[in-house]
């Protein structure tokens, strides 16, 4: 039951006689209009999000109703397995009553997946669900804080403004938002199946015969002391711009960014020497290296294991400014027309034999 204003008086959350009490009337309020309990009301207080309190309950309902166990048990779940899930999804919350009648559509998906996959694969798929998503949630949420709240704050917008912002954001941001996702999915979902058919990646077991390649930024901790947060932030993005929009083939893909650092896997040691060569020689970023081994790799939630991703990185971390180093495997299936050079044998940490080790050279590539 929605409380009264009298009642959120009575119960200590607004002083008529503070320094803001007029804002935090309105707030209070819009907050009553959206259906807030007391409850919530207490908690966005404590945790100074009380401006976005109907924003909340537009994006998830109302409150909780229901524990996660009783959730899970709607959809044929036994109560381990739909915490465990939960928490797989990055929501792993105090216990108690966690979710409404909408979280229920979570664990009906994962219900139907049990049979196919079995339970620890489908939690494998959950924790990669949660991990994405929760990265796709943190880069919205802080664009929008950065590039939309701050300058309003700047100009001197309150509380009831930012929290209007956020609602008439979210409003039209969110449904939009979602149907590109899901188509989105789809196209990637059709890409990567067809990336692991020109791989010819056996469909028996989680493995691929690829070309793994690792390119860092030279010096990027010394370029942390001297460039300002924002000179800093640009050079991130414009290194990522360019590590995704060099891996477009349809064999090849960016596995993942790593701050100063980009992993990648190619079906060939050509489209895997393109890559290390356009951004070697990206005039707008700093000097880079280059690391790169074939062979077979386990596939897992999404990222690639196994000795050649160890050795790509061993041999990105012996590379000199503008330097791309191969394994005799990747220099052996590259063709004839690049110009690969080789360097002798190197002892590695990790490899009890020394490593055979070729240079490519972009400008004779």
Request: proline share 5%; with cysteine.
């Amino acid at each position: 039951m929605t409380p009264s204003f009298d009642d959120l008086e009575a119960a200590g959350l607004f002083d008529p006689d503070a320094p803001d009490a007029e804002e935090r009337r309105v707030l209070l309020e819009r907050a009553l209009a959206a259906g807030a309990t007391t409850d919530m009301v207490r908690e966005a207080i404590d945790e100074r999000w009380l401006h976005v309190v109907p924003t909340r309950l537009a994006m998830l309902g109302g409150s909780a109703t229901m524990t996660v166990e009783e959730a899970g048990a709607r959809v044929g779940l036994g109560a381990e397995i739909a915490r465990r899930l939960w928490d797989a999804v990055r929501l792993t919350g105090a216990g108690g009553l966690e979710c409404n009648e909408d979280d229920v559509a979570v664990f009906e998906f994962y219900a139907r997946v049990i049979p196919v996959f079995g339970e620890e694969e489908t939690l494998q798929v959950a924790r990669v669900h949660g991990a994405a998503i929760a990265m796709m949630a943190d880069a919205e949420v802080a664009q929008v804080r950065s590039l939309v709240e701050a300058p309003q704050r700047v100009e001197g917008a309150d509380n009831v403004a930012v929290g209007e912002l956020w609602l008439g954001i979210t409003s039209e941001f969110f449904t939009l938002l979602e149907r590109a996702i899901v188509r989105l999915h789809r196209h990637h979902a059709m890409t990567t199946g067809r990336r692991y058919t020109l791989w010819g990646a056996p469909t028996e077991e989680a493995t691929a015969d690829v070309v793994v390649g690792f390119a860092d930024l030279v010096g990027f901790t010394a370029l942390g002391h001297t460039l300002a947060p924002r000179q800093l932030d640009s050079l991130l993005r414009t290194f990522e711009a360019r590590a995704v929009g060099t891996a477009t083939s349809a064999t090849t893909r960016v596995v993942k960014l790593i701050g100063d650092e980009v992993m990648y896997v190619s079906g060939t040691a050509d489209e895997a020497l393109a890559i290390a060569h356009a951004l070697v020689n990206d005039p707008d970023l700093p000097d880079l290296r280059v690391g790169m081994a074939a062979g077979r790799v386990v596939t897992r939630a999404g990222d690639v294991f196994g000795s050649p991703v160890n050795l790509a990185a061993r041999l990105v971390a012996t590379a000199q400014p503008g330097e791309i180093l191969l394994d005799a495997v990747a220099a052996e299936r590259a063709s004839d027309a690049l110009a690969l050079e080789p360097r002798g044998a190197r002892d590695l940490p990790g490899f009890p034999d020394p490593v055979v080790v070729y240079t490519f050279n972009p400008g004779a590539g």
